[in-house]
Structure formats: structure tokens, C-alpha cells
């Protein structure tokens, strides 16, 4: 039996905190030893007073399988890179000319078992087992659930006494959504105990509350986002509800997709990822808390935000607002109006000489959140560079948000002296960046 086999998983298990631990999303997340966290498309576990996050390493910026990297942490914020979880094998369906996504661990008496899609033209999912949560795992088979495809998957262990673990996944070509019972072992599938048929659903998790599951979803746009959805149910074998937006529907969900979902006392957490194919490995994360305030899950819209695990609880920061058509503009910028934009006005037409500069933006004498709303109504992503007082400049990405009628926000940290500060942006580039509302300035850090 496994050293740690004495240990419980349970999800909603929480650890004390010494500090709030504070999220930010869409920034680029690094871990201990300061490089970018590379776990897109993944799981999450909790062992004693340890999380696991297993995910794809994209740090090559391709879909081919490079590893299943394994980060452990006490606060969910701050995480270390262990040695990884599963690599290629020569020959097998896991080799580096292969596709391995949406790693999920969970926990058995037996092993910890590690499954994940494998390929999207194979449409298997694969079994990987291990005696410690970072393994290394050793690779056990890949196969066709009950015969059917299974694509875009998750696992969901729910908290009877035998602690019954399923699978989740879209099958049939992707117009059915799946969920099948695994065996005792949980080394392969047992029964389907669930399918909603025609509903094109993938990237699923699934959080339990009040005795009510609730199941989290995408629906299929390849790497594009789309507005995700939930469905409640009183059974995991019974009648789901319709679905409902989770965010607003026009935000496509924040310019993300669902990877995890994950109890936060009575709330929750949304973990998903902001796809970027062309470069795979600058994927951003988008977590956010789930809040049943209206009755139903919706996601809380947040630029930077903190969590206390053990109280199961959350906090919204908040900041400081500047309008952009307040600032300066230069060159070819100019003010738009539009009914979408706070106060009805932004600046368009920034880079390529055109630029605005905020004044009088009050900091704290420190590196600060500064989160950028803006509208990219083209298909592809724009950038605008930032700077501080006339300093050097900060390049910052803006996916597209949907419409030139839609926002978003991506944040930027920015050094600030105590006091009145100038922010520039469009400086110094030759492309348009996106339309600029307002920014917002955090002192929270």
C-alpha cells in the first residue's frame, strides 16, 4: 500500500493561510524559481495540507506531448515545479510525436491514477498510475471508453463512501457529452451512467453543493472561446437542467475555457484557460470565484482578487479608475463614443503615433496591479505598450474580445512612485493597440 494512502482526498479540504493568497488573471503566473507555469488544461488534487496542479507543458509552444508537469502548493498562489508527472515514451501512444491533454489525478487506496485525453483524431483517454501524487507515473494503456470516442475530458470523485470516480467526456464526434462510472480501481470504465445527447459539450468539471451537481462546461470552438454553461442535476444519472450562462455572454467567458472547478466553502473557484495557439506555451490562466449569491453559479468578473482557503471565502480588490478620455491624447488618437465604454467614451486609434497619457495616477511607491479595459473587435490579438513616467516600455497583450462593443481587461504591473504618476500608452509601436476605456490601479499586490 502507498505511504500516503492513509490520506483522504477531499476537494473542499483547506489549509490555514498565513495571508490572504491573491490571484491574478490573465498575468503571467511563475513559480518559486521564477519561470512561467507551464499546466494548461489541468487538474487539481489535495493531499494533507498539499495541492497538486498537474497540467500540459507548453513551454515549446507546441501541442505535441513534452510533459505533464506536477506544481505543489499550501496557498494555491504560490507554486514549485516538482519533477514531472508523466513523459514521452518512444513507441507508445504517449510518445513526443502524440497529443496528451487535460491531465486529471485523482486518488485510490490502490494508486493515484492519472488520466488524460490522448490525441483529438484518436479520441482515447489513457491511464497512467503512480504511489505519490508527482509520481513518476508509469503509463498503463489508452483506449475507447465502452467503444465510444472520448475527447475533451475531466474526472470527477464524488464523496460517497466509496468515494465513486467518473469520467467526463465529449464522444460521438463531440455531440454527445458523456458520463461513465469507473471500476473499483478506477483503471477503466465500468458502466455510462449519463449522456446528454446533441449538446456539443467539452472541457467539463463538475462541483458538488447543497447535494445539487453542478456541471461545468464549454461548448466546441476549437481554440476560440465561448460562453461556458452549467447544468444541475440531483443525480449524476438523472435529468440535467437546461443550461445557463455562467458570465455574461458577449465576454465568451473572460476569453477563456474551463479546465477545473473547484469547492471554495459555499462559493467556488473557476480555473480555465486563455488559449493561444499560435503560441501555446503564453496561454494565460483565468481563475475566478464561483458565486451562488443570485441562486445560480455565476462567475465574479475580478482583476485581481484573494482567497482563504480555510475560511472558504474570497475577496474582490478594489482600485482606483482613470478614464482614458480624461488623459492626453496625442498624435492620431482620438475619442470615440459608444454606449458600451464606461462614462461613453474611449481612445481609439492608439500606436502608430497615436497615444493618451493618464495623469495624476496615484501610487503607493511600488510594483502595482494596473488593469487595462479595452475593446479589440478583430479576430486576431492586438498589443499596446505602457510606460510610467516617461520610463521605458511595457509590452502587453490584448486578445480579441468579441466586438469592437465588448470588453475586457488584461492587467500590467507597474512600478509607481509614492504620489502623482503619469501613464502612457501607445507609445513607441507601429500597430494599433485596442481601444482604450479605463484603466483601474490596485494597491493590492
Not at 250 to 258: E, G, H, L, P
Not at 362 to 376: D, R, S, T
Amino acid at each position: 500500500m502507498p505511504l500516503w494512502s492513509s490520506f483522504a482526498l477531499v476537494l473542499a479540504g483547506f489549509v490555514q493561510l498565513a495571508r490572504p493568497a491573491v490571484i491574478v488573471p490573465g498575468a503571467t503566473w511563475t513559480d518559486t524559481s521564477g519561470n512561467v507555469i507551464q499546466a494548461h488544461g489541468g487538474g487539481f488534487l489535495k493531499v494533507g495540507s498539499t495541492w497538486y496542479w498537474h497540467g500540459e507543458d507548453k513551454a515549446h509552444n507546441s501541442g505535441s506531448f513534452r510533459a505533464v508537469s506536477c506544481y505543489t502548493s499550501t496557498d494555491l498562489a504560490t507554486w514549485t515545479r516538482q519533477n514531472d508527472a508523466l513523459t514521452p515514451i518512444s513507441g507508445t501512444s504517449i510518445s513526443s510525436t502524440n497529443i496528451v491533454e487535460r491531465p486529471k489525478v485523482i486518488f485510490n487506496q490502490k494508486a493515484c491514477y492519472q488520466w488524460y485525453h490522448r490525441r483529438y483524431g484518436a479520441a482515447q483517454v489513457g491511464v497512467a498510475t503512480a504511489k505519490s501524487p508527482c509520481g513518476p507515473f508509469t503509463y498503463r494503456s489508452s483506449f475507447k471508453p465502452l467503444g465510444a470516442e472520448s475527447r475533451d475530458m475531466g474526472l470527477y470523485q464524488d464523496d460517497d463512501s466509496a468515494r465513486t470516480a467518473y469520467l467526463l467526456y465529449a464522444s460521438d464526434n463531440n455531440q454527445n457529452f458523456k458520463i461513465s462510472r469507473l471500476d473499483a480501481d478506477y483503471y477503466n470504465v465500468a458502466a455510462q451512467v449519463n449522456v446528454i445527447s446533441g449538446s456539443t459539450l467539452e472541457a467539463p468539471g463538475i462541483i458538488k453543493r447543497n447535494g445539487v451537481y453542478h456541471l461545468f462546461a464549454s461548448h466546441t470552438s476549437g481554440w476560440d472561446p465561448n460562453p461556458n454553461k452549467f447544468f444541475t442535476a440531483s443525480s449524476l444519472s438523472g435529468t440535467w437542467s437546461s443550461q445557463a450562462d455562467i458570465a455574461p455572454s458577449a465576454v465568451r467567458t473572460y476569453f477563456s475555457q474551463n479546465t477545473f472547478d473547484l469547492p471554495l466553502g459555499q462559493n467556488g473557484i473557476y480555473m480555465g484557460d486563455r488559449w493561444r495557439p499560435s503560441l501555446l506555451g503564453s496561454s494565460r490562466y483565468i481563475w475566478l470565484p464561483i458565486s451562488w449569491s443570485s441562486g445560480t453559479p455565476k462567475l465574479v468578473q475580478a482583476d485581481v482578487w484573494s482567497l482563504d482557503i480555510n475560511a472558504g471565502t474570497y475577496s474582490v480588490a478594489t482600485g482606483t479608475t482613470y478614464e482614458a478620455e480624461n488623459g492626453s491624447i496625442g498624435g492620431s488618437a482620438k475619442v470615440a463614443s459608444d454606449g458600451s465604454f464606461s462614462g461613453g467614451k474611449a481612445v481609439g486609434y492608439l500606436g502608430k503615433g497615436g497615444t493618451v497619457t493618464i495623469n495624476n495616477v496615484q501610487g503607493a511607491g511600488k510594483a502595482q496591479w494596473v488593469a487595462l479595459y479595452y475593446a479589440n473587435g478583430d479576430s486576431s490579438w492586438r498589443n499596446t505598450t505602457v510606460s510610467v513616467n516617461g520610463g521605458s516600455t511595457v509590452l502587453v497583450d490584448q486578445p480579441n474580445t468579441g466586438g469592437g462593443h465588448v470588453l475586457l481587461s488584461v492587467p500590467v504591473k507597474l512600478n509607481l512612485n509614492n504620489g502623482a504618476n503619469s501613464i502612457t500608452i501607445g507609445s513607441n509601436q507601429n500597430n494599433y493597440a485596442a481601444d482604450l476605456d479605463k484603466i483601474i490601479v490596485y494597491t493590492q499586490t
